[in-house]
Structure formats: structure tokens, C-alpha cells
């Protein structure tokens, strides 16, 4: 039976890309049907996504991607989120409120070096191929859509008060108008000709050479603590997985320290629950979830970056049932989401609205006829990341450190130089070792919720890839708060507020849930298909 209304089911046998605006999807699609592979596509897309998406995403900010390399016939992980500035003040710094804009929370650029890699090592492109619709578009411009609006209009009062921000960020994404309009046709000549340098160049004119000097004086001069010794430092790592069982299939996610290890538990927990038996969308099903993504995100916070012995330990059968035993029990379950809170702590210890202010990410997922297949998430984190815009570059540099746990009783306190923790699982699901689903979303510490709630929406009650991720979602935030999107029944709502959960109410469809991307892959036929969040300007180009 057609539904009328619904997104037409896009499939292709020769390549697949799923990104977050059409611009970018048609630009890694080019590249595929150019005969370049699904890392190539996603070098494209992910340049052209920092023209379109500029606050989102961008080469001045990091990610990570996890990989099926068909002439490995495995997966692997990558990992381009670089190291904490050596000489970051964290003796100095009590809360994260303290780096959410400005040069101070400005984290060494990942994502260049990241896309680099990519191409390098599973790539047939060069960079001026792969770069050449990000140029084209930023030197030409594009006419904005309803989100690029409602983002940058939103960011402008945001900025505004930085008076060592705002004049740059506004001249270059308002024409210095501190506002925009939809079909306004956003130039942006300095990206283009920054992008078209990296690409003759290479990556060394960020890491070591003259752009890399540019931006590190221009933080020092805004009071930062980013150095070239910083820059140097940033090397993608290619890693193994951490993957969990779930419903016959196997779900692979970056290692710690990306967190990423919270929606693998939470999907062990859940399988010890039969939800494909429970209506799907009524309070049975949503309350298991909920309560399962509470417990998981607790263990997160209280275990920090886990050894892989330790993750072990968690993932283990005994550890498991004793969580699936809270799941059952029925009691309410009370205890952050985001990051670690003094114990005794009943109230929520940021305000809820802040949380999902954060949810400044973009992911990606792209297929190829050869059969590899990238799941990738990048951020600047915050909406315009640190808000400093590099005069005469075009580059929006992220706010990453405000992701840093800096709270001086915390056992997750960050060490200058160390790791840096970060809220992404981009996911790749295998069945019988053939990939069959990448998906991946944006969402702070949603992202970690959004994940097993999709999943559970395409493996346990069956929907297409493009219904999973349209079905209604909830974000939980620090001690009993929960934002459920109002397309679920209202008695639905109600039941669960009786239940335990402090439930808003929210729109029928909000970015706060997160902005999924995915392909699917029927391993009979060997087609893809594409499925995108409506939640944003999300799009699927066949190739």
C-alpha cells in the first residue's frame, strides 16, 4: 500500500551517499560515479559539508569514521580526534561553562588530517579532485535552505556579545548584516581559496606550514593555548572496533576513548528484553529503552576510558544481567547522561536546554560498488564551535575542550596532552562478517541514545532504514529529564511521566533527537539504500 507523504525509497547497486544537505551528497556521489571509492566520496563530502553546514562541521574540526575495507574484508576505525593542547590550563578551569566560546576551548584541527588519511590509504583521487566541488561551491556560493537560516540567525545573538568574535563570524557568514534570509546566496571567497591551497599543497600548510601559523597567532593573540607543537601532534589513528552481539548481528563502534562503548551497552542490555513482542512506540517499549540508554550512560560517566579488559567487564553476561535486573525492576532511574555529577546530586546539574543547545555535529554514511562502506561523524562541537572565524582563511575553528571533563573532583578530569573522551559511535553492523548497515547521527551526548532507539526501530519492529530513522526519538538528559517528540500518542507520554521519567513534551520533529544518516545493504542483491533524517536537510544520492 503507497503511503502518500512519505520519502521515496532510494536504492542503487553502484554506490549509495547519505549526508546531512543535498550539496554534499551530490558531491560525494560525483566522485563515486567518477570512479573514485567511498573513502574518496567522503574526502567530498565532508569538504563540501564545511561550505554548506559551516556550523556543524568543518576541516578545523574533529571525528572519527568506522570503515568496512573490502580488500581487507574487515573493519577498522579512524580516529582524528587529536590530542589535548599540551599547554591547556586545566589547573585553572572548574566548569565547562568556562570554554564554551572564544580561543581558549580551541582543540587542534582533526578533520583535514582525518580526510587525508582516508583518501591516502583507500583513495584513488588526489586532493584538487576531491576538494573541487567544495571550492566550486564556496567560491560561487549557494542559496540558503530553511535550516542554514534558522542555524545561523540563531548563532548571531549567540556571538554577538563576543566583541573579539563577532565582527569576523559576521562578515563572512551574514555579509556583515548580523542576519540572513532564505535565498540569500552565501559566498564564501576566503574558504575557497584556503581549500584550494590544502589541495596543491597538501595537509603540511596546516600542520607545520604557514596556515597552521595563522591560525595558532591568531588564538594567541584571542588568549589561547593552541601551538605548532600542537599541530604536529595530530596523527589519525587507525584502530580496532569495540563491537557488541545484538539480534544475530554484530554492531561495531570506535574504541575508547571515544564513547561510543555506552550504545553497545545499552544494546546489551536490551537484548535481553523481547521487544519485537511489545507494541512498538507504546510505553512497554519506550520505557525498556529509556531506562536501559539511563544505566548505560551512568556506567559511561563512572568508568571514564575504559581498558579493553575493563570493557570486558562491563560488556560481560554477570555485569549485564545485573542491569537488565534494574531495567526489570521497575524502580526509577535517576543519574546524569552527559558528564560526571558529585554523587548526592539530585538535580540536574546543567540546565537541560544548554544540553541540547550542543548537538552541533554532522554525520555521514557513503557505500560503493567495490563494497566499502564508511560510517564518518565530524564536529566543531557547539553550533560555530568556538565562534572564532580566522580573518582572511574562511575556517571556523571548534570548541572541542568543552567537552573536556575539567570539574577538579572528577575521576575523568582531562590531562593536558592526554586523550580527549568524545560523545560519537558512527556504527557499522555486520551479519555473518558482510556488512549490512552504516548509521551514524550528530547530537552531543544524544548520540550515544539516538543509535540504540533507531536500531531497535530497524532490527527488533523491522522498518525500512528510512522509516527507522523518521520513527519518533527522545533525548534524556541529567536526572530524570526527558524530551520525547510529540508525534507519540499523548497517553504514551503520560504513562511514562507515571513511570519515572520527567517527560517534556517536545515538537513533533526536533534536530534535538539528533540527524541521522544511513545505507543499508541487502547482502541477497548487493543494493544499497539510502536513508536520511528529515530532521535536517538531510538527502541520499545513488551513485
Known amino acids: 500500500m503507497h503511503q502518500h507523504g512519505k520519502r521515496p525509497t532510494i536504492a542503487s547497486r553502484h554506490g549509495m551517499v547519505a549526508a546531512a544537505h543535498p550539496l554534499a551528497a551530490a558531491a560525494g556521489a560525483r566522485i563515486l560515479g567518477n570512479g573514485g571509492t567511498a573513502f574518496d566520496a567522503a574526502v567530498a563530502t565532508a569538504a563540501t559539508l564545511n561550505v554548506v553546514e559551516p556550523y556543524m562541521s568543518g576541516l578545523a574540526g574533529r ?31 572548574s566548569r ?98 584556503t581549500l584550494e591551497a590544502l589541495a596543491q599543497e597538501g595537509p603540511g600548510l596546516l600542520y607545520g606550514g604557514a596556515l597552521g601559523r595563522k591560525i595558532v597567532d591568531w588564538l594567541t593573540e584571542l588568549g589561547g593555548c593552541l601551538t605548532m607543537e600542537d599541530l604536529a601532534a595530530v596523527k589519525p589513528a587507525w584502530v580496532d572496533p569495540a563491537t557488541t552481539r545484538y539480534r544475530g548481528h554484530t554492531v561495531h563502534v570506535p574504541p575508547p576513548p571515544c564513547e561510543g562503548f555506552q550504545y553497545l551497552l545499552t544494546l546489551r542490555i536490551l537484548e535481553g528484553f523481547d521487544l519485537a513482542g511489545m507494541k512498538r512506540n507504546a510505553t512497554e517499549h519506550l520505557d525498556t529503552v529509556l531506562r536501559a540508554i539511563r544505566l548505560a550512560a551512568g556506567v559511561r560517566i563512572a568508568t571514564g576510558v575504559p581498558s579493553a579488559q575493563k570493557l570486558a567487564e562491563i560488556l560481560s553476561d554477570g555485569a549485564v544481567e545485573a542491569l537488565r535486573a534494574r531495567v526489570r525492576d521497575g524502580r526509577p ?8 555529577t558529585p554523587p548526592g546530586t539530585t538535580v540536574a546539574a546543567a540546565d537541560p536546554a544548554e544540553a541540547l543547545e550542543e548537538s552541533h555535529t554532522t554525520s555521514f554514511s557513503i557505500a560503493d560498488g567495490e563494497g566499502n562502506l564508511i560510517c564518518l561523524t565530524q564536529s566543531l562541537g557547539s553550533v560555530f564551535g568556538s ?47 558482510a556488512p549490512v548497515l552504516a548509521l551514524g547521527t550528530p547530537g552531543s551526548y544524544g548520540i550515544l541514545q539516538t ?19 523518521e520513527a519518533p526519538r527522545a533525548r534524556l538528559t541529567d536526572g530524570r529529564d526527558v524530551l520525547l517528540e510529540a508525534r507519540l500518542e499523548m497517553e504514551v ?21 539528533g540527524g541521522m544518516q544511513g545505507v543499508a545493504v541487502d547482502p541477497g542483491t548487493g543494493f544499497f539504500t539510502g536513508g536520511c533524517d528529515p530532521r535536517r536537510d538531510g538527502y541520499c544520492v545513488p551513485a
Open 333 to 340: 532511574i535517576e543519574g546524569p547522561t552527559e558528564q560526571w
Open 451 to 469: 543509535q540504540p532507539q533507531a536500531l531497535v526501530q530497524h532490527l527488533d519492529f523491522g522498518l525500512p532504514l528510512q522509516q527507522a530513522i
Open 96 to 193: 565547562r561553562e568556562q570554554l564554551l566560546r572564544g580561543a581558549l576551548p580551541v582543540g587542534a584541527p582533526g578533520n583535514l588530517a582525518g580526510w587525508c588519511e582516508l583518501a591516502q590509504s583507500h583513495g584513488r583521487k588526489k586532493l584538487p579532485e576531491l576538494f573541487a566541488p567544495a571550492i566550486a561551491v564556496a567560491r560561487d556560493g549557494f542559496q540558503l535552505i530553511e535550516f542554514n537560516v534558522e542555524e545561523i540567525c540563531g548563532a548571531a545573538p549567540l556571538l554577538a556579545p563576543h566583541k573579539a568574535l563577532y565582527p569576523e563570524w559576521s562578515r563572512v557568514y551574514t555579509a556583515g548584516q548580523g542576519t540572513v534570509s532564505p535565498g540569500l546566496v552565501l559566498k564564501q571567497p576566503d574558504l575557497a581559496r
Open 63 to 93: 571525528g572519527v569514521a568506522t570503515c568496512y575495507i573490502a580488500k581487507e574484508r574487515r573493519i577498522r576505525c579512524l580516529d582524528f580526534v587529536a590530542p589535548i593542547p599540551f599547554g591547556f590550563p586545566v589547573d585553572k578551569l
Open 387 to 433: 565562534g572564532v572565524v580566522v580573518p582572511g582563511t574562511g575556517l571556523c575553528l571548534n570548541n572541542f575542550l568543552y567537552w573536556a571533563d575539567v570539574n577538579p573532583d572528577s575521576p575523568n578530569r582531562v590531562t593536558p596532552g592526554g586523550a580527549l573522551p568524545m560523545c560519537m559511535a558512527p556504527s557499522l553492523v555486520t551479519k555473518d562478517d
Open 493 to 513: 507520554h503520560e504513562a511514562l511521566r507515571q513511570r519515572g521519567h520527567a517527560v517534556t513534551s517536545g515538537p513533533a520533529w526536533t534536530m534535538k533527537v
